[in-house]
């Protein structure tokens, strides 16, 4: 039998399904973003499992008849298709990947915490144990930093080739950092946590050599793009994470689907970061342009990425747009039960 309680904890999305139908009809699937399509899906399949519930009960016609008629509105609206358009891809970078990654910004917060718990291990570690930096680096480039040479200088004569291959390493480490959250994010963090550690070994053997003004002048360009890269895409793999280990109200599958599909969508906007990033560590990191300009484009650089991450655009004012049904009018008029109803 279904209780009271099982029905107030539902009654939340069934109330979202509502309305997100009602903007629909009313102004078209257009009408929604990105984020909200895919929540109209998954509110859909969820209410799906729900009748199926009501059904077994018979005490329970009233939401039977409620969910019917919901599930009958969405159902043309969930598998009726769109086609990509380019103005879709715009909307997508400048409106709805900010809004995605504001709302999932402690995911990508955790990830930051990891990265920089390794680094402050392994800056203590290069201070207090020499001989652990010498086995972590190996001796060619421990050799390397005692010479007070960059290890990237072979990078200018082979600029094109290089940017290339760094680009797909950057990617490559980047979505395997992401895919860790399948193994519970685990793999996740050990990456997370690697990444740093490493950054942080590299940091202070550079410094014991009198070597800062050249690694970090080196990482500046580049490393604007890249390691919020890394933290964005480790946020991606926590929230796959969260959604395999912690369902709330959904069933595992759907929470799992859930997380997965904002997972995609956040590691997504790193793309066009990681081309970015992988183009300058090729031709302008390891170049010999004033360390001022290097300098100068990272700052830059990370600037635009927190106004692109942080900017909102001007909502519209009350009454403007086309008008929207009210929540419990079906697209032929017909008014279906409302919560009130079922209550």
């Known amino acids: ?26 102004s078209g699937l257009r009408s929604l973003g990105g984020d909200e399509l895919r929540e109209l ?10 009748l199926s519930a009501v059904r077994a009960d018979r005490g329970s016609r009233t939401q039977e008849e409620y969910l019917n008629l919901l ?7 969930v598998y009726s298709g769109r086609k990509l358009e380019p103005r879709q891809i715009v909307r997508f970078f400048t409106t709805d990947y900010p809004r995605l990654f504001r709302r999932l910004f402690p995911y990508v917060a955790a990830s930051f915490v990891i990265f920089m718990a390794g680094a402050a291990l392994g800056a203590l570690m290069t201070f207090s144990r020499p001989a652990f930096m010498r086995m972590y680096l190996g001796p060619a480039m421990v050799a390397t930093i005692e010479r007070h040479e960059m290890w990237t200088k072979s ?13 797909t390493n950057n990617i490559t480490v980047t979505f395997a950092t992401f895919a860790g959250g399948i193994a519970a994010g685990l793999l996740t963090i ?4 690697l990444n740093g550690l490493q950054i942080g070994i590299i940091g202070i053997a550079c410094a014991q050599a009198h070597m800062s003004r050249d690694l970090w002048s080196f990482v500046a360009a580049h490393g604007a793009l890249e390691l919020p890269s890394i ?10 994470a969260a959604g395999m280990l912690f ?17 995609v969508r956040l590691l997504a906007g790193t793309v066009p970061l990681l081309i970015i990033a992988g183009t300058l560590e090729g031709f302008l990191s390891p170049s010999g342009a004033p360390i001022a300009v290097k300098f100068l484009t990272g700052a830059v650089l990370l600037l635009g990425l927190g106004v692109w991450l942080t900017w909102e655009p001007g909502q519209r004012g ?4 086309s008008h929207q049904a009210p929540a419990h009018e079906t697209a032929t008029g017909a008014r279906a039960p409302s919560l009130q109803d079922i209550r």
């Not at 899906?41 to 729900?50: I, P």
């Not at 094109?160 to 680009?167: E, G, T, Y």
Request: hydrophobic content about 45%; proline content about 3%.
């Open 41 to 50: 899906g998954l509110l859909y399949r969820q209410a799906a499992q729900d």
């Open 71 to 77: 599930l009958a509105r969405a159902h043309n609206r």
């Open 247 to 263: 369902p709330g109200i959904y069933s595992r599958r759907d929470a799992l689907t859930r997380g997965a599909s904002e997972a």
């Open 1 to 26: 039998m279904i209780s009271n309680r099982w029905i107030e904890q539902r009654q939340g999305l069934w109330q979202r399904l509502d309305a997100l139908l009602a903007q629909a009809e009313a």
């Open 231 to 240: 933290f964005i895409a480790g946020g991606a793999g926590l929230r796959l």
């Open 318 to 321: 009350p009454g403007a747009g």
């Open 190 to 193: 050990r990456l997370l946590f």
């Open 155 to 167: 990078i200018v004569s082979v600029k094109p080739l290089a940017s290339s291959s760094i680009m």
